[in-house]
T-cell receptor, first 111, second 115 residues
Framework: SQQGEEDPQALSIQEGENATMNCSYK?????LQWYRQNSGRGLVHLIL?????REKHSGRLRVTLDTSKKSSSLLITASRAADTASYFC???????????FGTGTRLTIIP | DAGVIQSPRHEVTEMGQEVTLRCKPI?????LFWYRQTMMRGLELLIY????????DSGMPEDRFSAKMPNASFSTLKIQPSEPRDSAVYFC?????????????FGQGTRLTVV
């Protein structure tokens, strides 16, 4: 079963705009990760945020985590055409490395 | 490092045939995952190993599916007999379990088509 649900399922924005994707999960987690998948390729890790962290930055990426609401958001600033991909959140529980993925958000950047 | 290597990249087989998918994880990683991705069901975890031992196989659909990890550098996922509904992209991923959660590295996937 899937732990996370991403919202929206699909998002189209103009190049240069910011893109925000949300992820909700159901149970307590050890950490939450965001991955990116280009069409026909494997998933690539973007960023990991631990359950005791609230915000994390990496380049144009900003991730927030609200454990009280069991939700996370991924913000991509100054989007580029190359950011077009599907984005997934993934959670792992305490004590094991089992990674459970959400349903994904398909992001399209319009040049 | 060459990353996680999966073979074959594409597999087309007839219903009822046995299919074996292969995975070589990144050297030094001690966790290995098999995932299946379809449009209808998204990315599903089938099984994961830690130190070559299967830890959670609750995602394996049925007895037709089996997975092995005979050593730290090789794993197989076997489907016997295969059915058209098994058509999907199968991903292998590996990570190093440091106790605090780390990123998983994915292979390029095997696209399986059962006709």
């Amino acid at each position: 079963s899937q732990q996370g649900e991403e919202d929206p399922q699909a998002l189209s924005i103009q190049e240069g705009e910011n893109a925000t994707m949300n992820c909700s999960y159901k149970t307590s987690i050890n950490n939450l990760q965001w991955y990116r998948q280009n069409s026909g390729r494997g998933l690539v890790h973007l960023i990991l945020i631990r359950s005791n962290e609230r915000e994390k930055h990496s380049g144009r990426l900003r991730v927030t985590l609200d454990t009280s609401k069991k939700s996370s958001s991924l913000l991509i600033t100054a989007s580029r055409a190359a950011d077009t991909a599907s984005y997934f959140c993934a959670t792992s529980d305490f004590g094991n490395e089992k990674l459970t993925f959400g349903t994904g958000t398909r992001l399209t950047i319009i040049p | 490092d060459a990353g996680v290597i999966q073979s074959p990249r594409h597999e087309v087989t007839e219903m009822g045939q046995e299919v074996t998918l292969r995975c070589k994880p990144i050297s030094g990683h001690n966790s290995l995952f098999w995932y299946r991705q379809t449009m209808m069901r998204g990315l599903e975890l089938l099984i994961y190993f830690n130190n070559n031992v299967p830890i959670d196989d609750s995602g394996m659909p049925e007895d037709r599916f089996s997975a092995k990890m005979p050593n730290a550098s090789f794993s197989t996922l076997k489907i016997q007999p295969s059915e058209p509904r098994d058509s999907a992209v199968y991903f292998c991923a590996s990570s190093w379990e440091g106790g605090r959660g780390t990123e998983a590295f994915f292979g390029q996937g095997t696209r399986l088509t059962v006709v």
